[in-house]
């Protein structure tokens, strides 16, 4: 059972939105605190978002204003809501989570802002 699964990912032209969604399972999903993550060919993962558990979240700063985070506890799922898309926001895209058990990582979701 592999715990992160994204989904939502694809091709969108510039301006254009998606929502990206992580369902987990095989731990306690509503005691952690959840992350996004992203990483451009040729470049190092970078730090998108965190939902944490008591319902308040944190934006990357060059994301703030387009990028939002929220979870469902009761479905186990995080989400990445992303608007105004640009062609630097190409990446895939990565659900992370650091239980006691260790930190699991997603298979992450392709994201291509194009014309």
């Known amino acids: 059972q592999v715990p992160l699964v994204e989904s939502g990912g694809g091709r969108v032209q510039p301006g254009g939105s998606l929502r990206l969604s992580c369902a987990a399972s095989g731990f306690t999903f509503s005691i952690y605190s959840m992350n996004w993550y992203r990483q451009a060919p040729g470049k190092e993962r970078e730090w998108v978002a965190t939902?944490?558990?008591?319902?308040?979240?944190n934006i990357a700063d060059s994301l703030k204003g387009r990028f939002t985070i929220s979870r469902d506890n009761a479905k186990t799922t995080v989400y990445l809501q992303m608007n105004s898309l640009k062609p630097e926001d190409t990446a895939v895209y990565l659900c992370?989570?650091?239980?006691?058990?260790?930190?699991?990582w997603g298979q992450g979701t392709q994201v291509t802002v194009s014309s």
């Open positions: 992370n989570a650091v239980t006691s058990r260790g930190a699991y």
């Open positions: 939902s944490i558990t008591s319902g308040a979240s």
